[in-house]
């Protein structure tokens, strides 16, 4: 048997100022920063003794996971960065407000925009060219739904996640809203419609914990 814990990175500049942020690199807030230390003080107290810890190529959900690691003195733990756990690119739509981007769009397609699991946000004219992703030969998308956020979390989670847990270790992952809720669509078999009513709160520790064929026993949030 074994346990994932699963939690979005504390509140970043960008949630603080309510816009859309997607694979932009935000710092997280003093708020954030709290929440990232409280987080690791609950997660502590379940005693778990972590294997492996994962994360993206963002800086809010990095900081977050060493903030966690130290709460839980489980810096040593081996630590994976994968760029296939970045938040959703949102496209044209990144940086905006989103107060303003449901006054252009209205609340129906903002809606869309945020929940839908197909909806594709409005795409950037061209690619970004970032050195860190270049570097891996990742091309940047120029807008995801989350539908192909999910498509490009599952490999991550099949080769690199999920052999591990099968394996009877004890898994960390700190990354964002939306792969993650990617991921619980996966773990809770939640359909495509059904997808769009769940939130996934900044600093909230998610515990999933598997039998040894990798069926959820138990889930609670701490």
Same mark, same amino acid.
């Given at each position: !048997?074994? %346990?994932?814990? *699963? ?12 816009? &859309? ?26 005693? @778990?003794? &972590? $294997? ?21 003195? +489980?810096?040593?733990? +081996?630590?994976?960065?994968?760029? /296939?756990?970045?938040?959703?690119? %949102? ?12 006054? +252009? ?11 839908? %699991? ?9 690619? #970004? ?6 570097? *891996?030969?990742?091309?940047?998308? /120029? ?10 979390? !599952?490999?991550?989670?099949? #080769? ?6 099968? =394996?009877? +270790? ?13 991921? @619980?669509?996966?773990? $809770?078999?939640?359909? =495509? =419609? ?17 039998? #040894?064929?990798?069926?959820? *026993? ?5």
């Amino acid at each position: !048997m074994s %346990y994932l814990v *699963i939690m979005r990175h504390g509140q970043s500049v960008a949630n603080q100022k309510n816009v &859309f942020t997607g694979w932009s690199d935000v710092a997280l807030t003093k708020k954030g920063i709290q929440q990232a230390h409280d987080a690791g003080k609950k997660i502590s107290q379940l005693g @778990i003794d &972590f $294997d492996h810890a994962h994360t993206s190529f963002l800086k809010r959900a990095i900081e977050t996971l060493h903030i966690v690691l130290s709460e839980i003195n +489980q810096q040593y733990i +081996q630590e994976t960065k994968s760029w /296939r756990l970045n938040e959703r690119h %949102y496209g044209a739509l990144r940086g905006r407000k989103k107060d303003d981007v449901k006054l +252009q769009y209205g609340p129906e397609k903002f809606a869309e925009f945020r929940r839908s %699991y197909t909806t594709v946000p409005p795409l950037l004219d061209q690619p #970004d060219e970032e050195h860190k992703y270049a570097k *891996i030969g990742v091309i940047e998308p /120029r807008g995801e739904s989350l539908e192909m956020a999910y498509e490009r979390l !599952m490999p991550y989670w099949q #080769d690199s996640i999920a052999p591990k847990l099968l =394996d009877g +270790q004890n898994e960390l992952v700190v990354a964002h809203g939306s792969t993650l809720r990617a991921l @619980i669509k996966y773990l $809770d078999n939640i359909s =495509d =419609d059904d997808i769009d009513r769940v939130e996934v709160p900044n600093g909230k520790p998610i515990v999933y914990h598997f039998d #040894d064929k990798l069926n959820v *026993i138990s889930k609670k949030t701490i």
